[in-house]
C-alpha cells in the first residue's frame, strides 16, 4: 500500500508544472508580473511607487547606485536614453532604483548625484532592499523593461558593451521599442553586467 501511495505521489509531482526561471535570474521570468513598490522616497523629495507611472505604456526600471563604476559609467547613456525615448509626453517611463546602502549609496549622496549630472529621472532610494530582491536583481546596472500590463517582456544590461564607443547592440532601445509596438522581444533576457548588489543579511 505504502510503495502504491508513493508512486502515485510520484506521479503528482510529475505532472505538476515546474516554475520555470529566467536564464541569467533566478528568481524571475519573462511574462511574469512586475512586484510592486512604494513609498519610495525620490532625490527630488516626491515618494514613488510603481502605480506613479500608470500613465504610461511601457516603464523601464534600473536597478543601479552611486558607488559602482559600472553604473556611474552607464549614466551618461542613460540620460541620452531617458531624452531620446522617455521625454515629458513620451508613453515610456524610466526610473532608477538605488538599493545599496553603503555610505556612497545613502539618499544625500543620491541627491548630490543626481544634482551633479542633471539627472533627467526619477532616482529612488530602497533601504529595505525588497524591490530588487523580489526582481532578483544582482548588479548594478540592471535594467527590467514592463509593458502597459506590467510583465516583465526584458530583463538585463543596456548593451553588449560597458565601454559606450564598443555598443553595437542596445537591447533595451529594442526592448522598449517591441514593447511599444506590441511585439515579442527578440532578445528578452542577457546577462547583466557590473558590481555586485551588497544585499544584506537577514
Known sequence: MRTLLAAAVA???AAAPVQAQGKFNKKVKIGDPCPTFSNLPGTDDKTYGLESFKDKDVLVICITCNHCPVAVAYEDRIIQFVKKHAGEGSKVGFVAINVNNLPADKLDKM???AKSKGFNFPYLYDESQKIASALGATV??????LNKERKIVYMGAMDDNN????V????????VKAALEG??????????????????KN
Open 168 to 175: 553595437k547592440v542596445n537591447y533595451l532601445e529594442a526592448a
Open 163 to 166: 565601454n559606450a564607443a564598443n
Open 140 to 145: 548594478t546596472p540592471e535594467f527590467f523593461v
Open 111 to 113: 541627491k548630490e548625484r
Open 183 to 200: 511585439s515579442e522581444v527578440k532578445t528578452a533576457e542577457t546577462r547583466a553586467r557590473g558590481c555586485g548588489i551588497k544585499y544584506e
Open 11 to 13: 506521479v503528482i509531482l
